[in-house]
């Protein structure tokens, strides 16, 4: 068929071949409506280049949807590196509309207007948005036959799982900044705000109310404070509640002598590509923004000012993922959070579900996992109690260090992390330990979940000292909690 790819295009890393293989699996288990799960900087675009280059070669049209039109001609640039053509575009009157071609890019604005192209297979990248019109389209009659491939970072919305069939997950965050592929990141605790009062509305804060509570002069002057001690002119985006809080960001910076922009909704295009350029030639070193730097950035960002409090974890995970990309000469994205995310969510690399959301309610009364107890109350006495310190950085797991090539120390020796992972489950089973338990040692000092089906061992005595260590931190800080708080179980 006319149209079909050249043979040249980028090449895979382990991770996206990894991915179209477990693909393929689920499909050809009988699924049609998988999600993958892509970290942001994870490369998705290229991915679903890949898989639509695959497609063409079996003769098949494919859409591709996108879910904001500033993000079409990235798409389109992103596919023609791939040696794709054969591209039209439907999104209003763009110059590349040609329903003949075998690839449609599409902003999903645009196609719940039109009529839909014949394809043979669909991606909808940024899943998560949960389009009413894109789940009406996937349940039509004359489409169930053909797959819907769901791309996101962060595919967690309540009741996606009643449109797409399986959750592929290829690789986590901490697994790509383990092998390098994003940044490492450090994290400073740099203000805590008073949110008494603010309402919560539909899971996270009231917008108002919340820009009220951050919109003081006193918590913005700390902001730039902050970045001006502690960034050293680093790249940073800086994240606000609404348009009047940004802006007054934007307006503490400037009166420290620091040449901030500020971007929202409502910004042009133009305007947004002359903030892209000033901020990558140090012009403007701070962008202050709402709302719009959240997807399908791939600026070289190397501070994170977060000064928006969320409840909700798919925002907090995409914001901090603007600064994980890698980029020549970057050791590390500096994180100031001014909003006590992290302390209220845990580290990005701790956020994950291994399942679509299909609208189950959890057991009433169900406990959380031990290590959200533990570690999250750890980090919240440190922050209370020393109030001599103005900032605090936050640490993964006490007694841990990462290593090199898939390696930890763990209480002093060290180890590969299946050694880690099967010696955690030697001691759960050991102590008759509830199941789950290893998994979520694992999870505090790795920040990712343990290979499944991991072997036991015995515990070397590293293991053993930093379990009685984790318990004994946890004790001390028993006397604080509510009566009701379970104890963990005892060491040895």
């Known amino acids: 068929m006319s149209g079909v790819a050249p043979p040249q295009a980028r090449e895979l890393r382990p991770y996206q071949s990894h991915a ?45 949807t996108a879910p904001a039109i500033d993000l079409i001609d990235q798409t389109v640039e992103s596919f023609r590196a791939d040696g794709i053509e054969g591209i039209g575009v439907l999104q209003a009157d763009h110059p590349l509309t040609d329903p003949e071609q075998p690839v449609q890019i599409c902003s999903v604005q645009t196609l719940q207007n039109r009529e839909i192209p014949p394809a043979g297979l669909v991606i909808i990248d940024e899943c998560h948005r949960a389009y009413k019109f894109v789940h009406e389209w996937m349940a039509r009659p004359d489409w169930q ?38 940044s490492p990141f450090r994290v400073f605790a740099a203000s805590h705000p008073d ?3 603010v309402k919560i509305v539909g899971g996270d804060y009231h917008e108002g109310q919340l820009s009220d509570a951050m919109n003081q002069a006193d918590l913005n ?135 679509l959301d299909d609208g189950t309610k959890k057991k009433p009364g169900e406990p959380p996992p031990e290590w959200e107890t533990t570690d999250g109350e750890l980090k919240k006495r440190v922050i209370e109690q020393d109030t001599a ?19 930890i120390e763990v209480g002093g020796e060290e180890m590969s992390l299946p050694q880690f992972a099967a010696a955690l489950r030697g001691y759960a089973a050991e102590r008759g330990y509830k199941p789950g338990w290893a998994a979520h040692k694992y999870k505090e000092a790795v920040g990712a979940w343990p290979p499944f089906g991991s072997a036991e061992a015995e515990p070397p005595e590293g293991v053993r000292r930093w379990i009685r260590e984790r318990q004994i931190a946890w004790r001390r800080g028993y006397a604080s909690r509510a009566p009701s708080a379970a104890a963990p179980p005892q060491a040895s």
């Open 221 to 355: 002057g700390d902001v730039v404070g902050t970045w001006l001690r502690l960034a050293e002119g680093r790249p940073t985006l800086v994240f606000g509640v609404d348009c009047a809080h940004a802006q007054s960001l934007r307006d503490a910076f400037r009166a420290a002598g620091v040449n901030a922009g500020y971007q929202d909704a409502a910004t042009p295009k133009d305007e947004r590509e002359r903030i892209k350029r000033r901020f990558h030639s140090g012009v403007n070193p701070v962008v202050c923004n709402v709302g719009t730097l959240t997807t399908g950035v791939d600026w070289d960002v190397r501070c994170i000012s977060l000064v928006r409090p969320t409840k909700s974890e798919m925002l907090y995970v995409q914001i901090v993922g603007r600064g994980l990309r890698t980029a020549p000469g970057k050791e590390d994205c500096l994180i100031l959070d001014h909003s006590d995310t992290t302390l209220r969510l845990g580290f990005v690399t701790d956020i994950l579900h291994d399942k």
């Open 389 to 407: 310190v103005e900032l605090v950085e936050l640490v993964v797991g006490a007694g841990v260090k990462r290593g090199g090539q898939g390696r």
């Open 20 to 64: 179209i293989e477990m693909l393929r699996e689920s499909l050809r288990g009988g699924k049609r409506r998988p999600v993958l799960q892509a970290p942001t900087g994870y490369g998705k675009t290229v991915l679903a280049g890949a898989i639509i280059r695959m497609a063409l070669e079996k003769g098949r049209r494919v859409i591709f």
């Open 195 to 197: 949110l008494t009062g």
């Open 145 to 182: 036959k053909v797959p819907f491939i769901g791309l996101s970072a962060t595919p967690w919305t309540k009741n996606l799982g009643l449109y797409f069939d399986d959750l592929v997950i290829s690789a986590t965050t901490a697994e790509l900044i383990e092998s390098g592929y994003l």
